[in-house]
C-alpha cells in the first residue's frame, strides 16, 4: 500500500482545513488508518484514527470535538477535517496504514504498517 497525503498548509487559527490520505497499490478497505503528527524534535504524536469498516473512530484528547477523520473507501481515501485549529497544531502530519491493528493500540505508530510522506499544517495566531 503506498500513501498520498496531501492538503496541508497556512491556516489561520479559527479557520478549517481538511487533508486528504489516498491509498494506491491495494484497497483501504480492510486498513484501520490514523493521522499522527510531528514537531521536530518531538516525537511523533497521535491525532485520529478510523477502523476498517469507519464506524469506529478514535481521537487525541488535544482535537477532540475540533477534527473528525472519516473515509471513503470507495475512492481509498481517508480524511483529517480540522475546524478550529489552533497555532499548536501546527506540525507535519503523516497517514498511515494498517491491517491488524487492535482497538486498544490504534493510537500506538507502532501498530501501523504503511506511512505516506507528511503534509505540513501551519496555524497562524
Known amino acids: 500500500v503506498q500513501l498520498q497525503a496531501s492538503g496541508g498548509g497556512l491556516v489561520q487559527a479559527g479557520g478549517s482545513l481538511r487533508l486528504s490520505c489516498a491509498a494506491s497499490g491495494n484497497t483501504f478497505r480492510g486498513y484501520s488508518v490514523g493521522w499522527f503528527r510531528q514537531v521536530p524534535g518531538n516525537e511523533r504524536e497521535f491525532v485520529a484514527a478510523v477502523r476498517s469498516s469507519g464506524g469506529t473512530t478514535v481521537y487525541a484528547d488535544s482535537v477532540k470535538g475540533r477534527f473528525t477523520i472519516s473515509r471513503d473507501n470507495a475512492k481509498n481515501t481517508v480524511y483529517l477535517q480540522m475546524n478550529s485549529p489552533k497555532p499548536d497544531d501546527t506540525a507535519v502530519y503523516y497517514c498511515?496504514?494498517?491491517?491488524?491493528?487492535?482497538?486498544?493500540?490504534?493510537?500506538?505508530?507502532?501498530?501501523?504498517?504503511?506511512w505516506g510522506q507528511g503534509t505540513l499544517v501551519t496555524v497562524s495566531s
Open positions: 498511515a496504514a494498517g491491517s491488524r491493528i487492535i482497538y486498544s493500540s490504534l493510537a500506538e505508530p507502532s501498530g501501523y504498517d504503511y
